[in-house]
């Protein structure tokens, strides 16, 4: 003979209303946390040195237009489409990225944000077209001093070098054990009933 618990299904829906509340204070934990990165990363591009890792050096090309923004990193522009993105499964899990990828909701990127973030990090060249070294040539007729001798490429020039200069890889290493520390406190603060 063996005990009758008679209120099993109102325990049953205790547990599942408590469950539903974790989950939910899980979820709530990540996306703040996934708005903190997304504002400090773009913060660190603007500064030109994600995760503390500068940039490489600029070339002489771009050295000799720095006049043109001042008090700018080089690619502080590539701050603009950085977003988040929570993923979440049917079974509870879930998953969240940081840096140029499509938010959940919203504006999505274009794929010319996408090709300039992939060039940057990753490296890579560009031809040199009739109407690129007309603009260059442009540019440097309007500069005085040696530095615009640069801007008038040689005939052999076919193709300009683009060095990589990583920016999640290097953010990603300096700051995962914190996003995870984060998270987990978040969680906890969360399910305390505070708002986070």
Do not use: C
């Not at 040199?128 to 540019?139: A, E, F, P, S, Y």
């Not at 001798?149 to 890889?169: G, H, S």
């Amino acid at each position: 003979m063996g005990a009758i618990v008679s209120n099993i299904q109102k325990f049953q829906k205790e547990l599942e209303k408590a469950d539903k509340a974790r989950v939910s204070a899980a979820r709530t934990a990540v996306k703040v946390e996934g708005f903190r990165l997304r504002n400090l990363l773009k913060e660190e591009i603007r500064k030109g040195a994600p995760g503390g890792r500068p940039f490489s050096p600029l070339s002489v090309i771009a050295q000799a237009r720095k006049y043109r923004q001042k008090n700018k990193s080089p690619l502080s522009r590539l701050a603009v489409p950085i977003r988040y993105r929570a993923n979440y499964d049917s079974k509870g899990g879930m998953t969240f990225e940081v840096g140029f990828v499509n938010p959940t909701r919203g504006a999505k990127l274009s794929k010319s944000w996408i090709r300039l973030a992939q060039l940057h990090q990753q490296g890579g060249k560009l031809p040199v077209t009739d109407d690129m070294r007309k603009g260059l040539i442009t540019i440097g007729q309007g500069m005085k001093g040696k530095k615009k001798n640069v801007f008038f490429l040689k005939k052999t020039t076919t193709e300009i070098r683009i060095p990589a200069r990583p920016i999640i890889d290097p953010f990603w290493d300096a700051h995962e054990r914190q996003a995870e520390q984060n998270i987990i406190a978040n969680f906890a603060r969360k399910m305390r009933g505070e708002r986070i």
